[in-house]
């Protein structure tokens, strides 16, 4: 079963969720300062970690930005209601979704259970011999997991990934928000929600490090599109 690492100083709350998560069967460990939990997560081999703003020693932006350095593990934030600033530099700096506080613990069990879908659809295609997705200078291994854009390769989170496959299927056709939101957040799309558009600049950022011109297109308040080729 799924470990779980959740690094927050809400002792009180740890174990609530501890209680909910536990029903489900997954391991389940707390740390409640933020340069404890870094050292946790990167010695431990953890498949999520739920991880608060708001943390003593290193706040959890901080943590998140050093951890990302060699650690792809997905990361559900939890922020303060409202402060969307948080939420925005959160997933620009690799988190896969975030919740804000106070939350439903069903919310919170039904979003642990869609990031470790990705997670477990990432494994399963490990063992798989997929064939290669090579559109407008990228290449997506499906097998392997790996991106290469002119030959350069590119580090993506889960989501990041599984984003992209879905686009480069669908190669030169729009895929909306809705189906993005669906198959790979688990959820359906909710208004004000900005979590895929900030995925998807993530994934430009990367690629534009190799090529400079624009491999996805916003169609604002439809979707998306992977361009098959140069404008």
Do not use: W
Not at 156 to 170: C, G, P, S, V
Request: with cysteine; glycine share 6%; charged share 25%.
């Amino acid at each position: 079963m799924a470990a779980i690492l959740m690094i927050d100083d809400d002792i009180e709350l740890c174990k609530l969720v501890a209680d909910y998560l536990a029903i489900d069967g997954y391991q389940f460990d707390m740390v409640h300062d933020g340069v404890s939990g870094l050292a946790k997560a990167q010695s431990d081999n953890y498949q999520l970690l739920l991880l608060d703003v708001m943390l003593p020693g290193l706040d959890g932006l901080s943590l998140l930005k050093a951890l990302r350095r060699d650690n792809y593990c997905p990361v559900l934030m939890l922020t303060a209601r409202g402060e969307d600033v948080d939420r925005i530099i959160g997933l620009e700096l690799g988190a896969d979704d975030y919740l804000a506080k106070p939350f439903n613990p069903r919310e919170l069990q039904a979003r642990v259970k869609a990031i470790l879908r990705r997670v477990e659809h990432a494994q399963h295609d490990n063992n798989l011999t997929g064939q290669l997705l090579k559109v407008n200078q990228v290449t997506l291994n499906p097998g392997n997991r790996q991106v290469h854009c002119l030959q350069h390769l590119v580090s993506l989170t889960a989501t990041e990934f599984q984003l992209l496959e879905i686009l480069m299927r669908h190669a030169g056709q729009l895929v909306s928000k809705e189906i993005l939101s669906q198959q790979v957040l688990g959820r359906r799309l909710q208004l004000y929600d900005r979590s895929l558009d900030m995925h998807i600049s993530n994934i430009r950022k990367k690629l534009s490090q190799f090529a400079q011109d624009e491999k996805i297109q916003t169609l604002r308040g439809s979707g998306y599109l992977f361009l098959s080729g140069p404008l």
